[in-house]
């Protein structure tokens, strides 16, 4: 069993950064991929970014890159989102999870487990 909880969302202002963090009790994170999502009110869950067991390969989704970067820090068993630029579009509940797979996937429902979530909110 593997619990995830995520912590660093807020309200900021347009063009502040903020770094969101996933940690892990039970299983150590270098046992599983992990994976960033968001989701809007009445939009569907949005995957951001993903990086494999030992930290070697991530994947961002092209609409973030260059603003959003995953990293994972297997001595702390955590995940870290750092989001740069943020704009009100940005707004959303982000979640991390995990899943028990070799390589990367942006696909939700391959992810066993999930954060509760936390809530970033940007004003313009």
């Known amino acids: 069993q593997v619990r995830l909880e995520e912590s660093g969302g807020g309200l900021v202002q347009a063009g502040d950064s903020l770094r969101l963090s996933c940690a892990t009790s039970?299983?150590?994170?270098?046992?599983?991929?992990v994976a960033w999502f968001r989701q809007a009110p009445g939009k569907e869950r949005e995957f951001l970014a993903a990086?494999?067991?030992?930290?070697?390969?991530?994947y961002h989704r092209d609409s973030v890159k260059g603003r959003f970067t995953i990293s994972k820090n297997l001595a702390e068993n955590t995940v870290h989102l750092q989001m740069n630029d943020l704009t009100p579009e940005d707004t959303a509940v982000y979640y991390c999870?995990?899943?028990?797979?070799?390589?990367?996937?942006?696909?939700?429902?391959?992810?066993?487990?999930w954060g509760q979530g936390t809530q970033v909110t940007v004003s313009s």
């Open positions: 990086i494999t067991r030992t930290g070697a390969s991530t």
């Open positions: 039970g299983r150590t994170l270098s046992t599983y991929s």
């Open positions: 999870a995990a899943a028990a797979t070799l390589g990367i996937t942006d696909v939700a429902a391959r992810y066993k487990y």
